[in-house]
């Protein structure tokens, strides 16, 4: 066995691009509710860990991400988290796999870009203002 393919490295495995949030309920249990469009999208599977990049304020967090309604365009921060995004904020939402070296080399994430109300888009923003 090579040395890189012993190796394991974390790689994007996937984001949500510039996605606005819907809602913030510090009441909430917790995590993010994503459209389960986005979700199939980006390949995200109910209870994943994931990251959130927050482009408005500079916050970045972990959760993990619960199912929402299809084509809501729903991206709600719950609990704690609900204090480091709010409402209209824009953020990215990233997912991370382990992987050998030598798989991470060829490796190509899958990349979801969304317009201001949630809907996938097959265009890549280009340093959109942040409002």
Known sequence: MSTDD?????????????????????????????????????????????????ITNGQRFQTYVLKGPANSGLVQVNGA????????DLVIIAAYAEMSMSAARDWQPRLVFVDRQNRQTDLKPERMPID
């Open 6 to 54: 012993a190796l394991t490295v974390p790689v994007l495995y996937s984001k949500v691009h510039r996605a606005t949030v819907t809602d913030a309920d510090l009441h909430y249990e917790g995590s993010l509710t994503l459209d389960e469009t986005l979700m199939q999208a980006a390949g995200l599977t109910q209870f994943q860990k994931i990251e959130i990049y927050n």
């Open 81 to 88: 988290a609900a204090h480091l995004a709010r409402k209209n």
